[in-house]
């Protein structure tokens, strides 16, 4: 058995086909580490066995970037301990992500965690996201197993202009949500990307990558 650590952390990256520079690799390390440290009084994930962490948080919200383009700023809402956000800032520096976590514990944590990992560009939404509490406009909204689609198209609909997208990562059943989302609001949205895919290694991970755009 592997024991934890950065390369190991490695490796089961690079099967997935992301592979991260030696600074990368030790932002990612340094938040692995300080999630550790921080899940027993904050209640951040569920997921305890390392190499879970590794493939259903970080590969998981890695990914996205292979499959769509990932427009800057990004807005991650609900994001909790900051998922699918922090993960991606790591794997791309350049975007502008914007994390957007209402519960106290859980912002104390992304605060923390910006700090230590110098992550730079990387805001902290304090409050609920409605549309009368977020009204800078962004490029994209991100959102992983949050809610319904029509809730997050509903509650973004202040900040998000023609033009920008909204990524929903999703399980391999949200097809009913998908309808619902578009017999609601499909004369202002149109679908650019819907695509059923697999985390690489991992054959039961069914994942489903949906992206709206606004007209």
């Not at 992500?97 to 923390?112: G, H, K, Q, S, Y």
């Amino acid at each position: 058995m592997k024991r934890p650590g950065p390369e190991w952390m490695r490796e089961l990256l690079e099967r997935a086909d992301i592979r991260l520079n030696p600074t990368q690799l030790d932002q990612l390390w340094r938040y692995h580490t300080l999630l550790r440290s921080r899940n027993k009084d904050r209640d951040l994930t569920r997921i305890v066995d390392f190499q879970q962490m590794v493939v259903k948080h970080y590969i998981d919200c890695m990914y996205v970037g292979k499959l769509t383009q990932l427009p800057s700023p990004l807005l991650d809402v609900g994001t909790g301990a900051g998922f699918p956000g922090i993960p991606i800032k790591i794997r791309y520096p350049h975007l502008h992500v914007i994390l957007a976590e209402p519960r106290p514990r859980r912002v104390e944590f992304l605060r923390e965690a910006v700090e230590a990992l110098g992550l730079q560009r990387t805001d902290v939404f304090e409050h609920k996201v409605v549309s009368r509490s977020f009204t800078t406009p962004v490029a994209g909204v991100i959102t992983r197993a949050l809610e319904t689609m029509d809730k997050t198209i509903l509650r973004t609909s202040g900040c998000t202009p023609p033009g920008s997208r909204l990524i929903f990562m999703k399980g391999p059943s949200a097809q009913p949500e998908l309808d619902e989302a578009m017999r609601r609001f499909g004369s202002q949205l149109e679908i650019v990307q819907d695509e059923h895919y697999r985390l690489p290694n991992m054959l039961e991970q069914k994942r489903r990558l949906i992206v709206l755009k606004k007209r």
